[in-house]
């Protein structure tokens, strides 16, 4: 059984830093592309990053340059280090295995499992 465990997520001023995790069990990181999605309310989940086991990644253009997507395989875990947070940052974090390519990392529809999420709030 596959469980991704989200956590990090928190309250932060405008221009702080959070550094969420997705803890993997059930499941080998090093074999398949994962991402990290955001949903805030009222507003349809965005795809925020993606890594695939080849180590490249992708980005929305909105994080570009203030995220990092990045995975330790021999902890089964995926980060995200967000820096310079905005206030249109806040939303629910939510951490996806199992896209077929970095390329479809803004597609949740093909991601086969998902998190619980973790809130993050930036004011």
């Known amino acids: 059984q596959v469980q991704l465990v989200e956590s990090g997520g928190g309250s932060v001023q405008a221009g702080g830093s959070l550094n969420l995790s997705c803890t993997a069990s059930g499941y080998a990181n090093s074999r398949h592309c994962m991402g990290w999605f955001r949903q805030a309310p009222g507003k349809e989940r965005e795809g925020v990053a993606a890594i695939d086991s080849d180590g490249s990644t992708s980005y929305a253009d909105s994080v570009k340059g203030r995220f990092t997507i990045s995975q330790d395989n021999a902890k089964n875990t995926l980060y995200l280090q967000m820096n310079s947070l905005k206030p249109e940052d806040t939303a629910m974090y939510y951490c996806?295995?199992?896209?077929?390519?970095?390329?479809?990392?803004?597609?949740?529809?093909?991601?086969?499992?998902w998190g619980q999420g973790t809130q993050v709030t930036v004011s």
């Open positions: 996806a295995a199992d896209c077929p390519t970095v390329g479809d990392g803004s597609r949740a529809a093909v991601f086969g499992y």
